[in-house]
């Protein structure tokens, strides 16, 4: 079946800019998280929603990180006034109650 | 401050011997440890878990040790292969809530013939 995509692959923004990050968990899955992998890195925990409710969001960096699942499945991850700071790759991962996470592919953002 | 350290960022083996990964921790509060594997371009994938309250837990070729008072876990993979080259992430589940991942930086594996 089909597994976690994420779009766009890669994303090239103009500092200031906004972006939108785009997550298609696996079907049926509840569980999903993103992350943030700087280069070099392990991914470091970004937020994790159960459904459609965000239950922790505490690895935001910034206020100007924000993210949603309306209906419990697509979740988008946004970030307004990008800095080059923000320039990592984002990963989202689903995961049916809890168990295993399955990652997507990952969208690569460099702001110039 | 790092709660998963993999402090050694390459590793080179060759085909057929042992590759060993290790992996070291500060928080005793951490439920389940994990590896996952990366090749380029592609997210991270599941690989071997083992729970904290066991020492060893074994698939095919791989096996993860977990030593509790050292803080230490440790991959064995035997024996490698060429395809086994790619990025290795020790991974670590706190006690409670549900399932955030800590990472470790990483391990590059090159397995040469």
């Known amino acids: 079946g089909a597994g976690v995509s994420q779009s766009p692959r890669y994303k090239v923004a103009k500092r200031g800019q906004d972006v939108a990050l785009r997550c298609d968990p696996i079907?049926?899955?509840?569980?999903l998280f993103w992350y943030q992998q700087a280069l070099g890195q392990g991914p470091e925990f970004l937020t994790y929603?159960?459904?459609?409710?965000?239950?922790?969001k505490s690895g935001l960096p910034s206020d100007r990180f924000f993210a949603e699942r309306p209906e419990g499945s697509v979740s988008t991850l946004k970030i307004q006034r990008t800095q080059q700071e923000d320039s990592a790759v984002y990963l989202c991962?689903?995961?049916?109650?809890?168990?295993?996470?399955?990652f997507g592919p990952g969208t690569r953002l460099t702001v110039l | 401050d790092q709660q998963v350290k993999q402090n050694s960022p390459s590793l080179s083996v060759q085909e057929g011997r042992i590759s060993i990964l290790n992996c070291d921790y500060t928080?005793?509060?951490?439920?389940?440890f994990l590896w996952y594997k990366k090749y380029p371009a592609e997210g991270p994938t599941f690989l071997i878990s083992?729970?904290?309250?066991?020492d060893k837990n074994e698939d095919g070729r791989f096996t993860v040790f977990l030593n509790k008072s050292a803080k230490h876990l440790s991959l064995h993979i035997v024996p490698s292969q060429p395809g086994d080259s790619a990025v290795y992430f020790c991974a670590a589940i706190p006690s409670g809530g549900y399932n955030k991942l800590i990472f470790g930086a990483g391990t590059r594996l090159a397995v040469h013939p």
């Open positions: 928080n005793s509060m951490f439920d389940y």
């Open positions: 079907s049926g899955h509840v569980s």
């Open positions: 929603f159960q459904n459609e409710a965000q239950l922790d």
């Open positions: 991962a689903s995961s049916l109650a809890g168990d295993t996470q399955y």
């Open positions: 083992i729970s904290s309250i066991k």
